[in-house]
């Protein structure tokens, strides 16, 4: 076991808040996607342990980008990585990217304003969904959609993980700016149910949040791969009924995450709109034949 694989959080990928590398996926991308996940949450458990000092941290993240680049061996991680992208002729930049961001989860504890959160996703969550989408061989004129979607789970994970974050890494993904407006400070993450004034700011940057569901709403229809876009359909549908709760609930004392008998029923949701948006241009077709 590597240095970095010590410091496991046991978390896996059926375990996250939207689905990796589902069965909706084509058999023959998942193991270039679950190589890519088994690098990346293994970085980010080296980021997130609560004990390790942060200059180990930084070492441990420098030997996997090391290893990803082709100059060493010693993160097992980023050596199985390399090759599976190599295999498939694919770019190692999407995994830096996600190393840089998580250089600075172990340097930077505070966001002053949206457009810094932004920049953060920007290392964090748009390298995941562009690596997808260049798996199963998309264009990049979808990039920009995917940006939107996955910046805005990252926000939603953000929120619903405010307390915890705060308490067990001091770390506060709230911009600064928006706590301010609402005359509160991080401590108030410490609580164990959040005050009014917090609730306010969680749904502020909820309903935020909620313009980039919006613009990254067409972006399932956009996707040829027809397994792929179904998977971004389920995605987008979990996200916002998430989103629509955190502009009620407090992420503090209330749940803000999916119950296994609430999937069901998102998931007909999303496949009724992902075959909607596929059926519509064919029926187009049909009844500008006939007419």
Request: proline fraction near 5%; glycine fraction near 6%; aromatic fraction near 6%.
């Amino acid at each position: 076991m590597s240095q970095a694989a010590a410091l496991s959080s046991g978390k896996g990928h059926h375990d996250e808040n939207f689905p990796v590398a589902s069965v909706l996926i084509s058999p023959r991308h998942r193991p270039a996607i679950l190589a890519f996940y088994r690098f990346v949450r293994t970085a980010d458990d080296v980021a997130d342990h609560a004990t390790v000092p942060p200059e180990e941290k930084l070492r441990l993240l420098e030997d996997m980008r090391l290893s990803l680049m082709g100059e060493s061996d010693a993160s097992p991680e980023g050596v199985a990585l390399r090759k599976i992208l190599a295999e498939r002729g694919l770019t190692a930049d999407h995994a830096a990217d996600l190393l840089e961001a998580f250089r600075r989860d172990v340097t930077k504890l505070r966001y002053s304003d949206w457009s810094d959160l932004m920049d953060y996703c920007r290392y964090s969550a748009m390298p995941v969904g562009r690596y997808v989408l260049d798996v199963h061989g998309e264009t990049r004129d979808t990039w920009p959609l995917s940006d939107a979607l996955c910046a805005a789970l990252q926000v939603i994970n953000h929120l619903q993980d405010c307390g915890k974050d705060y308490r067990t890494l001091n770390r506060v993904y709230i911009p600064l700016d928006a706590m301010n407006e609402f005359g509160m400070t991080p401590e108030a993450l410490g609580a164990s149910k959040g005050s009014p004034a917090l609730c306010s700011v969680v749904a502020a940057l909820a309903r935020r949040n909620a313009e980039l569901l919006a613009q990254s709403a067409p972006f399932a229809a956009h996707i040829r791969d027809m397994r792929l876009g179904l998977e971004v359909s389920v995605i987008h549908t979990l996200a916002r009924d998430l989103n629509d709760r955190l502009m009620v609930r407090d992420p503090l004392s209330e749940r803000v995450h999916h119950r296994g008998a609430e999937l069901p029923g998102l998931l007909l949701i999303a496949f009724t709109r992902f075959l909607g948006t596929r059926l519509r241009p064919k029926r187009a077709a049909v009844e500008s034949t006939h007419s």
